[in-house]
């Protein structure tokens, strides 16, 4: 079974364009995170939801929107993507109480034309 | 404020030979320490952690790190390196009291020549 998974795994889109990277974890955790790894492999962390409330939010653009229906779930929307949005784009889950271990999700790479 | 700095982007070494992935945390508070591997279009995988008592730590696949405090720093080795270790491998930091805050650094790309 897998721990945390994401869908797409890539996604090749037009700019302009909107579009949603799904995550869900099975592992019982109560905060999720989104986090983007760009071409020189940097990763920097976007958001993290606890029990549906926001936590982090790291001066990203406000075109990216988290989504949490459920403490499983986390979806990550983009509006009016750039061509600067092209990374890929890495979905965690760890459990508060515990030494912060985030287990990752294998990552959706997003290409913008 | 936590951060981490990773010497040297791209590490090689043959196969049997020692693997030292170098790691220097910056942390105003007691921090905890991790080294996750990210293999070829996958995840990050943890492959150990610190956080209290012994300052060596052991993780998976024959790596260990040590902390050292007053060198602010968290070196990853194996001793004797395989070809399935190739990957990336990035060094994090988070603080004690916040928990969720992982910081990481730029991520060292380990080639194992045969």
């Known amino acids: 079974d897998t721990a945390v998974s994401q869908t797409p795994k890539y996604l090749v889109t037009q700019m302009g364009n909107d579009k949603s990277i799904k995550c869900e974890q099975n592992?019982?955790?109560?905060?999720m995170y989104w986090y983007k790894q760009d071409s020189k492999k940097f990763l920097k962390i976007m958001f993290s939801y606890n029990n549906k409330e926001l936590i982090i939010n790291e001066t990203v653009p406000n075109r990216f929107s988290p989504k949490s229906p459920d403490k499983a779930h986390l979806n990550l929307h983009i509006n009016s993507l750039e061509l600067g949005d092209s990374a890929v784009y890495f979905c965690?889950?760890?459990?508060?109480?515990?030494?912060?271990?985030?287990?990752f999700g294998a990552g959706t790479r997003l290409s913008v034309l | 404020a936590q951060s981490v700095t990773q010497l040297g982007s791209h590490v090689s070494v043959s196969e049997g030979a020692l693997v030292l992935l170098r790691c220097n945390y910056s942390s105003s508070v007691p921090p905890y320490l991790f080294w996750y591997v990210q293999y070829p279009n996958q995840g990050l995988q943890l492959l150990l952690k610190y956080t209290t008592g012994a300052t060596l730590v052991k993780g998976i696949n024959g790596f260990e790190a040590e902390f050292k405090k007053s060198e602010t720093s968290f070196h990853l080795t194996k001793p004797s390196a395989h070809m399935s270790d190739a990957a990336e491998y990035f060094c994090?930091?988070?603080?004690?009291?916040?928990?969720?805050?992982?910081?990481f650094g730029t991520g060292t790309r380990l080639t194992v020549i045969p």
């Open positions: 965690a889950s760890s459990q508060v109480g515990t030494i912060n271990i985030q287990y």
């Open positions: 592992l019982g955790h109560d905060t």
């Open positions: 994090a930091v988070s603080d004690q009291a916040g928990a969720n805050n992982l910081f």
